[in-house]
């Protein structure tokens, strides 16, 4: 069995939730009363925020490295990186990176394409949703992605940082998210919603929602425990 290298803490809710979900995952897949082995370095989420919104990229790419290394030293086998910001310079670290990483964005491209989809929007933070580093792998599968308008853009991000992110999660909010998706739909008839903030699935993980939604969190886990237990 590989051990997993976790890098944590942004934010502390979806790390959370990467725990429970790799361990039941991997029970389901493994049902003899044995767990997963992982190691989690949980970052400093400031930190690493204010590096991206000072377009510092190299400054966040030497801090993942950083913690990366921490995690490759306590034992680590691969890794993975849990949020989807940081993936604005997943292809730098992971050339740099002493374990192999698996790309959150990669994973969420190979589950829209097993479920046909060809028409997302896109849903995360202001630097998830306005960086290139999302339509540049899916733009190669052939799938479109589509924003919500600037407003609605504000929206997402303002309560991703200012509540969901604390743990904060409040029916309204719900509410506000899921009338962005149906505008997305009307205006632009797409096939479902890319959850490309961790935290999202949290507050919009209700089946009875009005589209499909990708879920990057449960994705990018079931990649990860498809590791832990490859030969």
Same mark, same amino acid.
């Given at each position: 069995?590989?051990?997993?290298?976790?890098?944590?803490?942004?934010?502390?809710?979806?790390?959370?939730?990467?725990?429970?979900?790799?361990?039941? !995952?991997?029970?389901?897949?493994?049902?003899?009363?044995?767990?997963?082995?992982? =190691?989690?370095?949980?970052?400093?989420?400031?930190?690493?925020?204010?590096?991206?919104?000072?377009?510092?990229?190299?400054?966040? &790419?030497?801090?993942?490295?950083?913690?990366?290394?921490?995690?490759?030293?306590?034992?680590?086998?691969?890794?993975?990186?849990?949020?989807?910001?940081?993936?604005?310079?997943?292809?730098?670290? #992971?050339?740099?990176?002493?374990?192999?990483?698996?790309?959150?964005?990669?994973?969420?491209?190979?589950?829209?394409?097993?479920?046909?989809?060809?028409?997302?929007?896109?849903?995360?933070?202001?630097? &998830?949703?306005?960086?290139?580093?999302?339509?540049?792998?899916?733009?190669?599968?052939?799938?479109? !992605?589509?924003?919500?308008?600037?407003?609605?853009?504000?929206? =997402?991000?303002?309560?991703?940082?200012?509540?969901?992110?604390?743990?904060?999660? !409040?029916?309204?909010?719900? #509410?506000?998210?899921?009338?962005?998706?149906?505008?997305?739909?009307?205006?632009?008839?797409?096939?479902?919603?890319?959850?490309?903030?961790?935290?999202?699935?949290?507050? !919009?993980?209700?089946?009875?929602?009005?589209?499909?939604?990708?879920? &990057?969190?449960? =994705?990018? #886990?079931?990649?990860?425990? #498809?590791?832990?237990?490859?030969?």
């Amino acid at each position: 069995m590989k051990t997993l290298g976790m890098i944590g803490g942004v934010g502390p809710e979806s790390t959370i939730e990467y725990y429970r979900t790799i361990i039941a !995952l991997y029970r389901e897949r493994k049902p003899d009363g044995s767990y997963p082995q992982m =190691i989690i370095n949980s970052i400093d989420l400031t930190k690493g925020r204010d590096l991206i919104a000072a377009n510092n990229l190299s400054g966040v &790419t030497k801090y993942l490295l950083d913690e990366i290394r921490k995690l490759a030293h306590a034992g680590a086998d691969f890794g993975l990186i849990a949020a989807n910001t940081p993936h604005i310079v997943f292809d730098e670290v #992971a050339r740099e990176s002493p374990i192999p990483l698996i790309s959150i964005v990669e994973c969420a491209c190979q589950a829209a394409q097993a479920r046909a989809l060809k028409k997302l929007g896109l849903f995360g933070t202001r630097f &998830t949703m306005q960086g290139e580093f999302y339509p540049k792998v899916f733009s190669k599968a052939g799938i479109e !992605l589509v924003l919500p308008d600037p407003a609605d853009q504000d929206y =997402i991000d303002n309560k991703y940082f200012t509540e969901l992110v604390p743990g904060k999660f !409040l029916p309204e909010t719900k #509410a506000g998210l899921l009338a962005i998706v149906d505008r997305l739909k009307e205006k632009s008839d797409i096939d479902s919603v890319i959850l490309a903030g961790t935290e999202l699935p949290l507050i !919009l993980r209700d089946p009875n929602n009005t589209l499909p939604l990708l879920d &990057t969190m449960k =994705i990018h #886990a079931e990649a990860a425990v #498809a590791e832990i237990l490859s030969q």
